[in-house]
């Protein structure tokens, strides 16, 4: 049986999952039908794109600790944590800038 520690390391490899998978659906659906694409989205290109592989990596972290979590130190553990927090936070808060500076096509 699992227990609550090594659970949350499942939650947060399902959530990464997640997030890259939904931020790649964004990523994907960028553009209007002609090709057009806008100040926001041509800076959102290769930033999506970093962050859908930051993801993905720590996706792939949370797992192993997942898997060794009596043999890795918890300090490692607890770092690991902040600085998917970190990254997944200022990713959003970066996004949300540059939505609110750059053109995104609103027209009018």
Same mark, same amino acid.
């Given at each position: @049986?699992?227990?609550?520690?090594? #659970?949350?390391?499942? #939650?947060?490899?399902? #959530?990464? $999952?997640? &997030?890259?998978?939904? $931020?790649?659906?964004?990523?994907?659906? @960028?553009? !209007?039908?002609?090709? +057009?694409?806008?100040?926001?989205?041509?800076?959102?290109?290769?930033? !999506?794109? /970093?962050? &859908?592989?930051?993801? /993905? /990596? !720590? *996706? /792939?972290?949370? !797992? +192993? $600790?997942?898997?060794? +979590?009596?043999?890795?130190?918890?300090?490692?553990?607890?770092?690991?944590? #902040?600085?998917?927090?970190? &990254?997944?936070? *200022?990713?959003?808060? &970066?996004?949300?800038?540059?939505? $609110?500076?750059?053109?995104?096509?609103?027209?009018?």
């Amino acid at each position: @049986m699992i227990n609550l520690k090594k #659970f949350r390391f499942l #939650f947060l490899s399902l #959530f990464s $999952t997640l &997030i890259a998978l939904m $931020t790649y659906y964004e990523y994907e659906m @960028m553009g !209007f039908p002609d090709g +057009y694409l806008s100040e926001l989205e041509l800076t959102q290109e290769n930033y !999506f794109l /970093i962050f &859908i592989g930051l993801n /993905i /990596i !720590f *996706s /792939i972290l949370f !797992f +192993y $600790t997942l898997i060794k +979590y009596n043999s890795i130190k918890k300090r490692r553990i607890n770092l690991l944590v #902040f600085l998917f927090f970190v &990254i997944f936070i *200022s990713f959003y808060a &970066i996004n949300y800038y540059l939505a $609110t500076l750059l053109n995104h096509g609103q027209g009018g």
